[in-house]
T-cell receptor, first 116, second 115 residues
Framework: AQSVAQPEDQVNVAEGNPLTVKCTYS??????LFWYVQYPNRGLQFLLK??????LVKGSYGFEAEFNKSQTSFHLKKPSALVSDSALYFC??????????????FGSGTRLSIRP | KAGVTQTPRYLIKTRGQQVTLSCSPI?????VSWYQQTPGQGLQFLFE???????NKGNFPGRFSGRQFSNSRSEMNVSTLELGDSALYLC??????????????FGPGTRLTVT
């Protein structure tokens, strides 16, 4: 069965510092991996995805994520945090092997708080 | 290009009633998924539709149902509402469905309150 874990409920970072939001996953085959961001009272917005190829994926708003197959991780990173990055971040995974059980599973979310 | 729209945005219902939520995907998108978001359970998958066919279903009781029309618009219905159904219901559209997995574009959600 597919699963995804975001081990940190909240991450606090000072503006200008690098940030990392962690995500680990479990699938039976190769994964499709996604990061989404949710601002207050809004739906989710797509940030980036890993399908295949280069392990470092670049996305919107200066975010990037590194796919690590051996550690089954897909951590979200940004070199220099902005106060406007404060939001709820979700990691999601889908197994490439299609079956009736294959669906997109979202992590529990990590609240990112950037202090000025 | 217009984004995903959901109607209504807010809804208050009484226990035992039923409700229908509507979702219009981005033009050209053929896949629509529905999610329930609550503080306690997070984001939980309800169903996925592609070309009017339900492709996947989450672990929700039969009171939750959905459908997709030929123009890709989708509706979900919840019958015999319970207090625990109070949540933000999110609709997401994408170009296609499995086995190729496209990113999803989410609507603003419908906030359902059951009293």
């Amino acid at each position: 069965a597919q699963s995804v874990a975001q081990p940190e409920d909240q991450v606090n970072v000072a503006e200008g510092n690098p940030l990392t939001v962690k995500c680990t996953y479990s699938v039976s085959g190769n994964p499709y991996l996604f990061w989404y961001v949710q601002y207050p009272n809004r739906g989710l917005q797509f940030l980036l995805k890993y399908i295949t190829g280069d392990n470092l994926v670049k996305g919107s708003y200066g975010f990037e994520a590194e796919f690590n197959k051996s550690q089954t991780s897909f951590h979200l990173k940004k070199p220099s945090a902005l106060v406007s990055d404060s939001a709820l971040y979700f990691c999601a995974v889908r197994d490439m092997i299609y079956s009736s059980a294959s669906k997109i599973i979202f992590g529990s979310g990590t609240r990112l708080s950037i202090r000025p | 290009k217009a984004g995903v729209t959901q109607t209504p945005r807010y809804l208050i219902k009484t226990r035992g009633q039923q409700v229908t939520l509507s979702c219009s995907p981005i033009s050209g998108h053929r896949s629509v998924s529905w999610y329930q978001q609550t503080p306690g359970q997070g984001l939980q998958f309800l169903f996925e539709y592609f070309s009017e066919t339900q492709r996947n279903k989450g672990n929700f009781p039969g009171r939750f149902s959905g459908r997709q029309f030929s123009n890709s618009r989708s509706e979900m219905n919840v019958s015999t509402l319970e207090l625990g159904d109070s949540a933000l219901y999110l609709c997401a559209s994408s170009l296609g469905s499995a086995p190729v997995s496209y990113e999803q574009y989410f609507g603003p959600g419908t906030r359902l309150t059951v009293t």
